[in-house]
């Protein structure tokens, strides 16, 4: 039996960050993994291999649509599926094997197998049986079915994001049901790729709980791109044939009844926290209706010793705020006191263009009836995005009518997973609109898009 100061099941962004934070702060720390890489969902068949595809597809978009207008003369390439699977697995690789370079230096042992908790200060892997003072669980998330709907996923044809990562084929039709982050990214992928991408969304429009504004300017450039969305559609059965399904959905205005067939269905209602096996109901653990692990502000759980984190607990289910869980958890077992402001964790969403948030929408400080003001400013106007040709979109800034305080920012268009952190940063010092606006921005960048805004939030911006 092996003794550990921690044990961390799952090795996914939270847990191998918080592996790795432990082992800096002199703690000993292992990590049960069963998968045959480390990195988890993330690394495996969610965020990075998404990206890989995300960035391929572009490439081809780009070679087929803008490089003739560049001068760049020539045959459009031709897509080897093949390949570019072997591409995005290449990707994958090497940041596994980088996770597990990192366990090595930093002298953290790789429990290989699944965990489970017997009892408190116990972490069972096979048939053996390790102690630990404390057991942080960073088991991760398992792709949701569509509520109340018949279907039978088979990752084949009817397949969540892990299928639809490595299908056989491109598909001539694709049906995706859910358009969230997943749906919207993978149906951009299939789209590129020349798939007839059909996206069918419960709610009355895409990105639900996005700034309003923002999600109606995405809908209308992903329709712009080809994706057919249909919205506020409830999907009632999803039907697996020989060769293809067919998806029945009823539209939520006037109940009329519809059905659409498609080579792959990809199911993309979100996500459910994954503890299956690690035996919490046993060992008394404290859960939400959700199924999610309560835990307190510290990230313990009721059981004394054992700390949840990630995906398994409250909150936005995304990979950096895992991490940030993952380190602070680990500097709080090292006796130190961070600490994590939920209210600026960024979203991003990697379309092209990309979409990303921090802080509050408009609906939000309206509901809180908090008096704000709005700057905006459209990539149209910037230099650099229509040189890139990708000059759809804009930057919106949220300020305190009074204290000119940031409150939160939307950016629909280049690089915007990029430009959102320089507001953040601006957000975690407490920074006003005026502040950024006076902070000189390089010439020509995107980024000049977001001081242009944060002008706008006073006298106005200069290029509008």
Request: with cysteine.
């Amino acid at each position: 039996m092996a003794s550990y100061d921690v044990i961390v099941i799952g090795a996914g962004p939270g847990g191998y960050v918080c592996a790795i934070r432990c082992a800096q702060l002199g703690l000993k720390t292992a990590v049960v993994e069963g998968r045959e890489t480390l990195g988890g969902t993330c690394l495996n068949v969610g965020c990075i291999p998404s990206k890989a595809l995300l960035h391929a597809s572009h490439m081809l978009h780009e070679a087929e649509h803008n490089f003739g207008a560049m001068g760049l003369k020539g045959k459009s390439p031709s897509v080897d599926w093949k390949e570019m699977l072997g591409f995005k697995q290449g990707v994958i690789d090497t940041n596994t094997k980088g996770v597990e370079f990192l366990f090595k230096k930093n002298k953290i042992d790789w429990l290989k197998g699944w965990g489970s908790i017997p009892e408190a200060g116990k972490v069972k892997v096979g048939d053996e049986v390790h102690e630990a003072r404390h057991i942080i669980i960073a088991s991760g998330s398992d792709a949701a079915s569509i509520p109340g709907a018949e279907v039978s996923i088979d990752e084949k044809i009817v397949v969540t994001s892990t299928g639809a990562l490595e299908l056989p084929k491109i598909p001539r039709k694709m049906i995706v049901v859910g358009a969230g982050v997943i749906g919207l990214e993978l149906g951009s992928v299939y789209k590129r790729l020349g798939s007839e991408v059909t996206v069918i969304e419960f709610m009355d429009g895409v990105t639900p709980g996005a700034d309003a504004e923002v999600a109606r300017a995405f809908q209308k450039i992903l329709k712009k791109q080809g994706l057919d969305i249909i919205t506020g559609a409830a999907v009632s059965k999803v039907e697996t044939l020989k060769t293809k399904a067919k998806v029945s959905y009823k539209k939520r205005k006037d109940d009329s009844e519809h059905q659409l067939d498609a080579d792959v269905v990809l199911v993309a209602t979100g996500r459910l926290p994954y503890t299956e096996g690690l035996g919490l109901d046993t060992l008394g653990v404290k859960m939400s209706k959700r199924g999610q692990v309560e835990v307190d502000a510290h990230y313990r759980t009721n059981v004394p010793g054992v700390y949840a984190i990630g995906d398994v607990i409250d909150g936005p289910m995304l990979a950096h705020k895992a991490e940030d869980e993952g380190g602070a958890v680990a500097e709080m077992i090292a006796g130190q006191k961070p600490h994590i402001d939920y209210n600026l964790i960024p979203g991003v969403i990697y379309t092209t263009p990309e979409v990303a948030s921090v802080g509050a929408t408009e609906e939000q400080l309206k509901e809180a009836g908090r008096a704000y003001k709005a700057g905006k400013f459209n990539f149209m106007g910037n230099g650099r995005a229509k040189a890139m040709m990708q000059s759809d979109g804009f930057v919106k800034i949220l300020a305190d009518k009074e204290t000119d305080r940031i409150l939160g920012a939307h950016i629909i268009g280049p690089v915007a997973g990029e430009m959102i952190h320089e507001i953040c940063v601006a957000m975690e010092f407490g920074a006003s609109a005026e502040d950024l606006a006076r902070t000189c921005h390089a010439h020509p960048t995107c980024s000049e898009a977001v001081r242009e805004a944060a002008m706008a939030c006073g006298d106005g911006p200069i290029h509008a």
